[in-house]
């Protein structure tokens, strides 16, 4: 019997911002993955611990949990969960505070180019693929 083996990519979004989520998701569409978008670290907590998530792309500041805080959690519950920050403040403490506790892939800020956050979710792929084989 030959073994299934599920291609399924999933990626998390995660914004506090209605319209933000709204646009990154649809920015996503063309990479033909599934694409799982919320609006707080609870509901993406929530998300992590019932799917196998290939990359979580997350807004820096939210209310409550901050970026850095909700992927330091990610890294422990998943840590074949590639991470990446997406922000409108670039703070350099606050990305060296992510990078550092949450073990940040990378990092992007808003407004964005759709064609460079399409390279860089690519690009962290590809990356979580060759760091966990």
Known sequence: MATHVNSKVNILV???DPQVLNSLTR??????????????AIEGEFVINNNKIDLVLCDMHMPGENGAQFLAKVARKSPSTTRMI???????????????????????????????LLQ??????????????
């Not at 920015?27 to 707080?40: I, Q, T």
């Not at 403490?93 to 964005?112: C, E, H, L, R």
């Open 86 to 116: 997406i922000t409108g403040d670039v703070e350099f403490s606050s990305i060296n505070q992510a990078v550092n506790d949450g073990k940040i892939y990378s990092f992007m800020t808003k407004p964005w180019q759709n064609e460079e």
């Open 27 to 40: 920015a996503l569409r063309p990479l033909n993955h599934v694409v799982m978008s919320v609006a707080d």
């Open 14 to 16: 995660v914004d506090d």
């Open 120 to 133: 860089m979710v690519s690009e962290g792929l590809s990356y979580g693929q060759q760091e966990n084989k």
